[in-house]
């Protein structure tokens, strides 16, 4: 019988030492007194429930900017095809033009 009863102290003082650590973790707002341990488990449900849709809106805005950088890399090599065939261009003009000027002389 002594045994059930000392058990039973061990894990009301680990529940104790559990409810202790949450209120470290979970803010208290400005009744931060004396809190129940049922309004102790509704603010930690609330507050997990906050840090996840926190969680949603950062993944969703990674996901974003993701599609973003995609968006951009692919302008960036359009434009620096773009560039390639400019420069290809200029270059078949510049050696047009010397040509020419050579046949002058």
């Given at each position: 019988?002594?045994?059930p009863?000392?058990r ?5 003082a ?25 309004s ?36 960036l090599?359009k ?10 261009i200029?270059?078949s003009l510049?050696?047009e ?9």
């Amino acid at each position: 019988e002594a045994e059930p009863a000392a058990r039973s102290r061990c894990r009301r003082a680990q529940l104790r030492l559990c409810l202790e650590r949450l209120k470290g973790l979970v803010p208290l707002g400005a009744a931060a007194g004396r809190h129940t341990t049922l309004s102790l488990l509704t603010r930690a449900r609330l507050h997990i429930q906050k840090l996840e849709d926190q969680e949603r809106r950062a993944l969703h805005q990674i996901e974003q900017l993701q599609r973003e950088q995609r968006h951009l890399q692919r302008q960036l090599e359009k434009l620096g095809m773009e560039r390639v065939r400019i420069d290809s261009i200029g270059s078949s003009l510049s050696s047009e033009r010397s040509d020419s000027e050579q046949g002058e002389s």
